[in-house]
DNA sequence: ATTACTAAGAAACGAGTAG
DNA sequence: TCTACTCGTTTCTTAGTAA
């Protein structure tokens, strides 16, 4: 249920108790806690004996003041969130790993479809290399995989070229993450046919990744997907 | 000891599991959080059971990618904590309330020495009325009054001048919580004697706040102290 | 109405053990 | 090593009671 002091201790100050001293008897504070009235009255006799709160006890409830203790405690949680979520500002992304697999060379005749081509250069600025850059993910990389499912990316329209129809997709910026490939552009493709599988990712590129890369079948590689 | 299943969370967060796979095992998983190797471990299966966490495991240890429903629970409480902070953005300040009393006529002395007025012009940009407004705190504010003792403020020096010394002190800027007294421009005036009451303060204007307000001994008032 | 006890029941912890 | 149990011990919760 509760996750203890510090948790009673956020709603205080989200009550306004960090700047002001806050009137609250212990059935109301169980109430915002969604506790009992035993434990919030604990709650509180704790946090002061911890010299988190300052507390005066009325007749009719108590006034509660978060102490200076209290906000370097709540200010140190903040400051960890900061940590974890500041790392996001700059593109949300997953870091994927898995090796490099030969492809059944659909790839090649896929991405060399005027139609596919004309919507890379546009939405992607740049025409792909014929041949795509196929990886077999790791086990533990697929639950990250499947979070690319959640999010809409880059729309690749579907066509009908050469009497047949080609579906859409979708696709995601990534990056190699191998020394001195920062600068090499390229992206993962989703086609959206239901039955692709889980454990594989497609990635193309203006270049030749496998020429450049020196990379044969087997070797691992990781990439970061960028989310945003 | 431990403050529970987000806390664990947190800490995979903090290590890198939301966008990336996380090698750890539960006896290095043990150690950051500082508890026993069984619950670390149960941390663990407690998360992947809520759904919070993604785990493959392996010979020898396991691989963690925070979910998607994960990263939401941890957003959520950031914004908790955004919503404490971002109050404090504009100015840390306490919020005092206390009745008007009469001073002992001191504060028209002092104030009007020019060795002081000359200080408040420069640093708090105006020349108080002779005169200061004195407020006994309520026993619930003296806690939060304290919380200036901790500040420097805006330090006043003492200086020496009809054959005596006239001691330093500190203010910092304050608004009168009443309506059509946002223009007013005041300060508390915070001695640097050690035998200085920790339930009262005094109040510096321009104007005659007494006046102003229409104010009459054992009125209430509150008071926003800005402390940065 | 309050807050603060007490005591029984529930939940969490961690040493030891199995696999 | 590793994870995942069991089980005795400790801690936390909450209904009931007192002040």
Redesign the pocket.
């Known amino acids: 249920?509760?996750e203890?002091r510090v948790a009673a201790l956020r709603k205080l100050a989200l009550l306004g108790a960090m700047e002001r001293s806050l009137k609250i008897?212990?059935?109301?504070f169980a109430r915002v806690l969604e506790?009992?009235?035993?434990?919030a009255?604990?709650r509180?006799?704790d946090l002061e004996k911890d010299g988190l709160i300052h507390r005066d006890?009325v007749?009719?409830?108590?006034w509660v003041v978060i102490t200076e203790k209290g906000i370097e405690l709540l200010k140190s949680e903040f400051e960890e969130y900061q940590r974890i979520f500041s790392k996001m500002e700059g593109g949300e992304s997953v870091e994927l790993v898995g090796s490099v697999m030969s492809g059944l060379g659909e790839g090649r005749y896929y991405v060399s479809q005027e139609g596919y081509k004309r919507q890379f250069r546009e939405k992607l600025g740049f025409v792909p290399f014929p041949g795509t850059l196929n990886l077999l993910l790791r086990d533990h990389s697929v639950a990250l995989r499947r979070r690319l499912d959640l999010r809409s990316g880059i729309k690749i329209e579907g066509f009908t070229a050469e009497n047949r129809t080609f579906g859409g997709s979708k696709c995601f910026f990534c990056e190699i993450l191998r020394d001195g490939c920062d600068d090499v552009k390229c992206a993962v493709v989703i086609p959206e046919r239901t039955h692709y599988p889980e454990n594989v990712i497609e990635i193309i590129s203006p270049v030749n990744l496998r020429e450049r890369l020196g990379l044969k079948d087997g070797d691992e590689l990781r990439v970061r997907v960028i989310l945003s």
Chains 1, 2 share one sequence.
């Open positions: 249920m509760s203890g008897s212990s059935a109301e506790t009992s009235l035993q434990t009255s604990r509180l006799q006890i007749a009719d409830g108590q």
